[in-house]
């Protein structure tokens, strides 16, 4: 069986809507350390946990709201 998607320009439109309301948010790929839950214990290299996270939004509330309502005014909403 295989799986078969079709590329629907509202998800699309969505995804870049969603997008816009963040406009000016700088790109970071920010890496950090996960706890492993071993205490004290020192992790060697090869038992490092390397995990991700979200940058914080650097984008004023007031640009972010502004971002949101030409988002509605170019939906038509």
Do not use: W
């Not at 870049?16 to 020192?42: H, W």
């Not at 992790?43 to 984008?59: C, K, M, R, Y």
């Amino acid at each position: 069986m295989k799986l078969q998607f079709r590329h629907q320009s509202f998800q699309a439109d969505a995804a870049n809507a969603a997008c816009d309301i963040f406009a000016g948010q700088s790109f970071r790929a920010p890496i950090y350390m996960v706890d492993s839950g071993l205490g004290e214990k020192l992790l060697t290299h090869a038992e490092d946990f390397i995990g991700f996270s979200n940058a914080p939004v650097a984008v004023a509330d007031d640009k972010v709201l502004e971002h949101i309502r030409a988002v509605q005014r170019g939906g038509g909403v």
